[in-house]
């Protein structure tokens, strides 16, 4: 499924949340961006995703299925890439 999403599918959700089901209690991460890329393989072009996640638990860079009430669940492989005011900056790259 992955391989069809393109950025339209994740644009309207900015600034809702995903939970990653690891351990006992979810871990919500919010939709910050959506960004294109440019092109790439895939239909519509690469895309970045940015999620803001709570300052613990650093989740380190693995693939985690992201839950969402819209789009289901998504095996997405994140990677944590700084800190803000709010907590932890997660990314997604799609090419």
């Known amino acids: 499924m992955l391989d069809i999403l393109t950025i339209a599918h994740f644009q ?24 294109p890329l440019g092109t790439a393989l895939r239909e519509g072009g690469g895309f970045a995703l940015t999620f803001n996640g709570p300052a ?13 009430a819209m789009l289901g669940t998504l ?15 997660y990314e997604a790259i799609f090419t």
């Open 12 to 35: 309207p959700h900015a600034g809702e949340a995903f939970f990653i089901d690891s351990g006992d209690i979810p871990v919500p991460l919010m939709l910050k961006t959506v960004k």
């Open 56 to 68: 613990a638990p650093l989740l380190p860079q693995s693939i985690y299925p992201l839950r969402h």
């Open 75 to 89: 095996d997405l492989f994140i990677v944590p890439v700084g800190k803000d005011k709010d907590g932890i900056l």
